[in-house]
């Protein structure tokens, strides 16, 4: 197993269009961040496997099928008739951008327990050799014990860990405690992946060279920075760089951030049993080119997982 994912999988349902009587059009889309990045990976040829929670509910059979489909192990999969199967409204402005509305109290996603982490963990294997989790499964109990207890086990059997603290207001009591429960989990963290948005949150800085800094003080090695049209920025030590975007038609940005990360955690994968070792400029900047490349063919289609390119599709577009 090259790399395990944890946290929520749920439905987007994503506005499509307008009625002509000015009634919003929605589509049921799979998505939600560690099952978009899962998605990702295993497109681009990765072994991976998830751990989270549906609910017994159509919607939780389909995003079961989907996993299936694409090649996505789900023996970590649990399911629960407590909670229905979480979801998100996601309305899209004319330029794509996304905003969000939960039905989550609570969702299934935040019934994750630690036993059941643990177990899927050490189900998928001592071969496993990334974690990645996100920041929405810790802003509910028991969600928030199982992500913490996953990352302990998964350092101690020396997995390299993976976070992407992706923020969404409506899910947090107050700004204050999003902030210090998502940096929470950076102690654990070999990479990390941050918009320019999560960037300011949790830094104080627009500057992606100083916020950098601060974030690779908190304990990860390598610290991407998704630039939206402008690229990514990566600092990897005292290596730094900033590496331009692909220009595309935009019709939704959803899972274009988790799109990168996937494909970035592919190319750290393909380098061997040590990905973070004797990392190069040159080589970063190959990394970060070809998540760019993903990340912009996932922006020219609506939805999050549906949207996930293949690795033919990265290449038309790979300036490498």
């Avoid at 995003?63 to 229905?84: H, I, K, M, Y």
């Avoid at 409204?89 to 996304?98: C, D, L, Q």
């Avoid at 996953?150 to 993976?162: E, H, T």
Wanted: charge should be negative.
């Amino acid at each position: 197993m090259d790399l395990v994912t944890l946290g929520e999988i749920l439905i987007d349902l994503t506005q499509t269009g307008v009625h002509a009587e000015r009634v919003r059009q929605f589509a049921a889309f799979p998505g939600g961040a560690p099952a978009n990045v899962a998605v990702a990976a295993a497109r681009l040829g990765l072994s991976v496997g998830f751990i989270g929670k549906v609910g017994a509910d159509s919607f939780g059979r389909d995003l079961r099928r989907v996993l299936t489909d694409n090649n996505v192990s789900t023996e970590g999969l649990f399911e629960t008739e407590q909670a229905p199967t979480t979801m998100a409204v996601v309305s899209v402005s004319p330029e794509g951008e996304r905003s969000f509305s939960f039905y989550r109290s609570p969702g299934a996603d935040t019934l994750l327990t630690k036993e059941e982490a643990a177990a899927a963990l050490a189900g998928y294997g001592p071969s496993a050799r990334i974690l990645h989790v996100g920041s929405l499964s810790l802003t509910e109990e028991p969600a928030r014990s199982a992500t913490m207890e996953a990352l302990r086990r998964a350092k101690a059997a020396g997995m390299l860990v993976s976070y992407d603290p992706n923020y969404r207001a409506a899910l947090w009591k107050s700004e204050k405690e999003a902030v210090r429960r998502m940096t929470e989990p950076m102690r654990y963290a070999d990479i990390l992946k941050v918009s320019e948005e999560e960037l300011f949150l949790l830094t104080g800085s627009s500057d992606p060279r100083m916020g950098s800094l601060e974030l690779g003080s908190m304990g990860p090695k390598l610290v991407l920075i998704t630039l939206g049209a402008k690229g990514a920025f990566y600092r990897f030590g005292i290596h730094t760089g900033a590496v331009p975007g692909v220009s595309v038609t935009v019709a939704d940005t959803n899972g274009a951030g988790d799109s990168f990360l996937g494909a970035a955690l592919t190319c750290l994968i393909r380098r061997g049993e040590e990905p973070l070792k004797d990392l190069t400029p040159a080589a970063l900047e190959e990394i970060v080119a070809y998540a760019n490349a993903a990340a912009a063919v996932t922006c020219t289609r609506p939805g999050a997982i549906p949207a996930l390119p293949t690795e033919e599709e990265v290449q038309k577009v790979f300036p490498g």
